[in-house]
């Protein structure tokens, strides 16, 4: 499921952009205003808060999502989170809300998938079959 209740995709996956260090888009952009509630997209384990570097905002939960491939997912620039590592999420459940934090454009929720529990630079990997799900 979507992150968001209300869809609008803002900045979608490998669009390119010299903002970014890899020289494209590694996640999806939802818009949405501040305050807005984010869900998990899927079931998952929550891995940490703030792991990701500074650059996602300081309240950004990464969750390990998925059985056969796991995918560690950040929702960065949210503004609070309700979740902390080791907490186990339902697809759907509220995990946090819309902020402006770290490098952002303006309030919007990053989702960025990576295969590794560790943010690399071009690890970005598609989620639109977990959107779907
Ligand atoms: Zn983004």
Not at 11 to 19: A, E, I, L, N
Not at 105 to 121: A, D, I, L, S
């Amino acid at each position: 499921m979507f992150p968001v209740k209300k869809v609008i995709i803002t900045c979608g996956f490998h669009v390119k952009g010299h903002q970014w260090m890899s020289g494209r888009h590694q996640g999806y952009d939802f818009g949405a205003p501040v305050g807005t509630d984010v869900f998990a997209i899927a079931d998952g384990e929550v891995i940490g808060v703030n792991i990701w570097g500074k650059a996602f905002g300081q309240f950004s939960p990464v969750i390990k999502h998925g059985k056969v491939f796991p995918r560690y997912v950040i929702y960065a620039h949210v503004r609070m989170t309700t979740v902390k590592a080791g907490d186990k999420v339902k697809k759907g459940q509220k995990i946090a809300e819309v902020g402006v934090e770290g490098n952002s454009g303006g309030p919007h929720v990053h989702v960025e998938g990576q295969k590794t529990r560790f943010w690399t630079m071009n690890g970005g990997t598609r989620l639109n079959y977990l959107f779907k799900a």
